[in-house]
């Protein structure tokens, strides 16, 4: 037993509908489907001419895409300038606009001038819908019809209901041909529109959040790297460089001979203090046999100057060869090229500091200082060694600001809480102190607060 499936009616718009929706999906271009869709609807719909302009989006304006009649819409006629006039006043208004208007109509009253224009003689009938997809003008649609009279209410609607349904699969096909930076661009416009519709106030709530967010307020600037202590090597008496043991980046062991000096001419004087000391024993001696109490005592005095004298030049000789007073680094005092070269005491000559214990000094802007205070941590990040930072404290500050490029800084002294292996007394970088939490929009505004209240009390006391 078998039964026909009976399936309901449909009304004229809704089969007019379903043709034009079978006829745009079985289109494979844009272009294709306008003239499909101009053709469809005048021969269905009753009218003379219909006609389609679609939104230039790259270039702007707009593009007459098809009309019903066949004539080229490209074509530079007069009817062509009419029909973009009156397309273009309907997407200006955003609405649909028909000539002529119904009697009584109580809504916002329509700028008819170029449909009226496209359609001059009594009884014609110019009717303009806009192609719109969401908030997107895609284009508009134009229905020209001689005769019959005003246009009903039913019909008009019929034609706003059929370009509403036009418009999504005419969008589809308008995508599919764009290039992808089109799309991409577009795409990122709509996200943008919806973002600037709730974004903005998220944008003042976080951005209220993170001025009072507490953070880490750092003090820095230039450091550089020093040892805990340096020692100088002075000449210590006038005389000529002998002999160099170091040049500056030598590693030297305590007690290692580094410079010797010229000793001819306190050898020769120690030479004749022997002897003049020799000669004094002997005279003592002899007047000790004779019981001579004068001479002997005359004689004794005498040899206890010249050996007075004798142990001075000893001195002076074994000052004559620098010794190192600790294991240590030259970072002073090239000495190389100065072989035979006339020094006077109290020159320096060489300069050395500790192999193993550092110092750091780093500059801190005289706006700052008043909150750099001893026992205060940071880090230090030397140019050599970029991508390691090394713990410090601060010990001591400098109680006289220097000039540094035109500003007043104070020298900190830190010391470091890790020593690395390859540290060398020289090394320059930055360092950071933490000095205390605070909210992010006063570490960001501090500066500019201070250098106005500076200036308001120097305008005004």
Do not use: K, Y
């Not at 005419?170 to 799309?183: A, G, K, M, T």
């Not at 416009?189 to 750092?218: C, D, E, I, Q, Y």
């Not at 809480?417 to 960001?444: F, I, K, N, S, Y």
């Amino acid at each position: 037993m078998s039964a026909a499936l009976a399936l309901p009616a449909l009304s004229p718009p809704a089969a007019t509908a379903l043709a034009l929706q079978a006829a745009l999906l079985d289109c494979g271009t844009l272009d294709e489907a306008c003239r499909v869709a101009v053709r469809e609807l005048a021969r269905r719909l009753g009218f003379d001419r219909v006609s389609m302009a679609l939104v230039q989006q790259a270039r702007g304006g707009l593009r007459l895409a098809a009309v019903s009649d066949g004539s080229d819409p490209q074509a530079a006629t007069p009817t062509r300038a009419l029909l973009l006039a009156a397309l273009g006043e309907t997407l200006d208004q955003r609405t649909s606009v028909r000539w002529p208007e119904p009697p009584g109509q109580v809504d916002a009253p329509r700028i008819t001038r170029a449909h009226r224009a496209l359609v001059p003689s009594r009884g014609d009938v110019a009717v303009g819908v806009p192609l719109v997809v969401g908030e997107t003008l895609l284009g508009a649609l134009c229905f020209e019809r001689s005769g019959g009279g005003p246009l009903e209410a039913d019909e008009f609607e019929t034609l706003e209901r059929l370009a509403g349904f036009m418009a999504p699969l005419l969008s589809l096909l308008r995508d599919r041909e764009r290039p992808w930076h089109q799309v991409l661009r577009n795409r990122l416009t709509v996200a943008t529109a919806r973002w600037r519709r709730g974004g903005l106030v998220a944008l003042v709530v976080a951005f209220g959040a993170a001025l009072v967010w507490p953070t880490t307020l750092h003090l820095g600037g230039q450091a550089r790297l020093e040892g805990a202590v340096q020692r100088v090597l002075s000449v210590p008496a006038d005389g000529f460089v002998q002999q160099v043991h170091a040049r500056p980046g030598d590693s030297v062991h305590e007690g290692q001979v580094l410079v010797e000096l010229a000793d001819q001419d306190l050898q020769l004087e120690r030479q004749r203090w022997q002897s003049q000391l020799a000669q004094h024993r002997d005279a003592w001696a002899t007047a000790n046999a004779r019981a001579d109490r004068a001479q002997l005592v005359q004689n004794q005095s005498r040899a206890d100057e010249a050996q007075a004298q004798l142990d001075l030049v000893e001195a002076r000789l074994q000052r004559g060869r620098l010794l190192a007073p600790f294991d240590a680094l030259v970072v002073q005092g090239d000495l190389s090229q100065q072989l035979g070269a006339p020094v006077r005491q109290g020159d320096a000559l060489m300069t050395l500091a500790p192999r193993d214990r550092f110092r750091v000094i780093v500059q801190i802007d005289e706006q700052d200082i008043a909150q750099v205070r001893p026992g205060l941590e940071g880090t230090l990040a030397l140019t050599a060694l970029p991508w390691t930072t090394l713990p410090l404290r601060v010990t001591r500050t400098s109680p006289v600001a220097q000039a540094v490029d035109g500003r007043n800084v104070f020298e900190v002294e830190a010391s470091l809480l890790e020593r690395p292996a390859d540290l060398r007394p020289g090394l320059q970088g930055h360092a950071r102190l933490d000095a205390g939490r605070t909210p992010m929009g006063w570490r960001w505004m501090r500066r500019l607060a201070a250098s106005v209240r500076l200036t308001l009390w120097a305008w005004w006391g």
